[in-house]
C-alpha cells in the first residue's frame, strides 16, 4: 500500500499531496471527503451522496471510503467548485446552476429555463454529447463530472398571493436557484440566491416575498407551506435539474482503474435512485400538502411567453458573447428540438391518457 | 484461488457444480455466461447486456467476466427463465412479459397494458415495493431480478391500415409482446407472440396482419416500414416496459460481497444507459421513418377506453384467481394512481409547454 495514497483524516496538506501520488493498487486502501451543497436534513438530496459512498464502499469491499459533509462542515454550501478544484476536497456534490455567477455555462449541465426534462437530460447525458461537451467544460478547472441525481420537474414555488397575470410578477423578490433568476429578473421579478437551509428563515421574515425549492417532499420538510400557501405549477425554470459528483482530476487520475470505474457506477446508482424517490415521495407529499392547506395554481399562460421569450432572447445574448456556453447550448438545443418532437407522439399521449381515467 | 469457482467454458456440470461452491473471494476470477431474449442485431436491446458485462469487468478489474449470448446459441430466445432457473446459464436477460404463458404475474415487473411509464416503473422498483414483490415472486423459481433497461412508450405497431375506429381490430392478426395480446384478444383482435428476430417474414408473409416492437430506432433497423407503412401510437400496451437481468440465485449467493454489489450496480447503470439510448436515437429514426413514407396515426378513443376498460376487467379477474397476481398488482395499481395524480401537475404542463413551442 502506497503511503502517499491513504488520506485517512487528512488535512489540506494531506490531501493535496495525493493528487501527485502514482496510481494506487486495487487493493490499496483510499479514503476521500465528499462535500455537499444540500442540507443533512434533505433525505434525498443530501442522501444522494451517502447512497454513492455506500455503493463505493461496497463494491470496493470496504477499500475505497469517502465521508460525506453538510455544508459549513468543510466548505460553505456554494463553495463545493472552488474546494474540488482546489483539492481541499477530493469530490463534491452539487446543483452547477449555483455557480451561474462564475459562468453561465454551468447552468447547461444543470437546468435552464425551459431546459430539458428529467429524461431528455440523463439522454443528452449518456448518449447525447452532453458528457462530452461539459467535460470539456469542467476539464479547465481540473474537475471532472458525473451525472448524480435529477429531481424531475420541480414546482414553481410558494407565493403568499396567487399570480394572476404577468403584472403580479412585478416586484416580487423571489428565492430561486441561481440562474433562472436572470431570467424572472427579465419579466419584472428580483431575484434572490440563498441555499436551501436559510429560505424559511428569509421567507417568514419577509425579506423574500416567494421562493421556490424543488417539490412536494422536500418543500413539505422545510415548511414553506406554513408562512406562504400559493403553491405554482410548472417550475418552468427547471424542468429536469441535474446534480453533479464532481471529482478532482487528479485525485481521480491516481486512483486504480477498477475504482474509477466504481465511481462511474456508483454515482449511475445514485442518480437513478434519486428521482425514483422523487416519483414516489412526491406523489405522497402532494396529498399531504394540500391537506395542510397548500393551493396549487398554474402559472397562466402571459407568464409562461413572456418567461419563454425572455429566455430565448437571452440565451442568444450569451450565445454571441460565451464561446463555452455557444457550443454546449446548440448541441443541448437541437436535441430539446429533436427530443420534443418524439415525445410529444407516444410518450404524451400515453401520459395524458393515463392521467384523464379514473385508476 | 478455488477450483470449484472458476467457470471458464464450462458445461453445464460445471455450472452446476458452482451453485454448491462456497464463497470465493474477491481476487478469485469469476466466468458467467449470459442468454439474451433479443436479436444481436439490436444494439439497443441485446447490447444493454454487453454495457452490463463491461461495466462488471471494468469494475472488477477483469476478474469477472460475463460472456453474452444471443437467442439459439446456448438457449432459445424464451427459454432464458428456464435455462436460469436450472443453473445452464449464470444470467439472462429479457423481458419477463414473455412468460405470461407460465403466470400472468411476470408482466407486472415488466409491463402491462395501461401501466406505469417508465420513470415510474423505475421508482416503483427502486424507491416503492416493486423490487421487494417481484423478488419474493421469483424466489419461487431460484432467480433474483434487477431491473435492467427500459424502452420508453412504445409505439402501436405497423399496420398494412389504418384503425380508424374499433371495429377495424376485429380480426387482425397482430404480433405483440406476451401478455398485451389478452387485452387485444378481448377487443376483437388475434394475438401472436413471435420473438423479435422472426417478425418481419411473418409481416412480409402475411402470417400476421400487424406487427409492434419497439419504437422507432430498433423498429426501423428490422425494416416493418416496408411492408405496413401506417405507424400508430400510443402502445398502451406498454407505456414503460422494464426489461431485467435475471441471476441464478445460487451462482450469485457464492460470489463475494464486493462482487454482488458491482453486478447491482453494474446493472443500474445499463438501466438507466438503455432508456438515455431510446431517448436520443428514438428521435433521429422517427425522421428518416417519416421521410421513408411512415404514415402516423394516433390509436382512435374508442380502441382506448374499449382496451382499458378490458384491460381492468382483466385483472380484476386475476387478482380474484391467482394470489401473486394479486398481491403485487394490488400495491402497483396505487402507486399507478397516486403517481399519475402528481404528474399531472408539474410534469405534464412542463412536458405539454415544451411540446407546444416552437424550438
Redesign the interface.
Known sequence: MDRRSVIKNAGIAGVLATGLAPAVH?QANVRWRLTSSFPKSLDTLYGVSEVFAK?VS????GKCQITTHGPGELVPAFGTVDATKAGTVECSHTAPYYYFGKDPTFAIGCAIP?GL????M???????NGLKLTREFYAGMDIINFPCGNT?????GWWRKEIKSLADIKGQKFRTGGFSGKVLERIGGIAANIPGGEIYQALEKGTIDAAEWV??YDDEKLGFYKVASYYA????WE?GPQLDLHVNTKAFAAL???YQ??I???A??A???M??????????A??RLVANGAK?F?FPKDV?DAA?KEAMALYSELSASNPAWKKIYEDY?N?????????????????????S?K?
Not at 461496497?58 to 469491499?61: F, P, T, V
Not at 440523463?122 to 447525447?128: H, I, K, L, S, V
Not at 424531475?152 to 414553481?156: F, K, P
Open positions: 486495487a455503493k461496497e463494491m470496493s469491499g425551459f426534462n428529467s429524461r431528455q440523463t439522454a443528452w447525458m449518456y448518449d447525447g424531475g420537474a420541480q414546482m414553481g417539490g412536494p405549477y410548472p417550475g418552468f424542468g486504480p482503474k477498477e470505474a466504481i462511474e457506477a456508483a449511475a446508482f442518480h437513478t435512485n428521482q425514483a424517490q422523487y416519483d414516489v415521495r412526491n406523489a405522497a402532494l396529498k396549487l398554474r409562461m419563454f438545443a436535441y430539446r428540438r429533436d427530443a420534443n418532437l418524439w415525445f410529444r407522439f407516444t410518450e404524451a399521449t400515453f401520459d395524458n391518457y393515463m392521467q381515467v385508476l
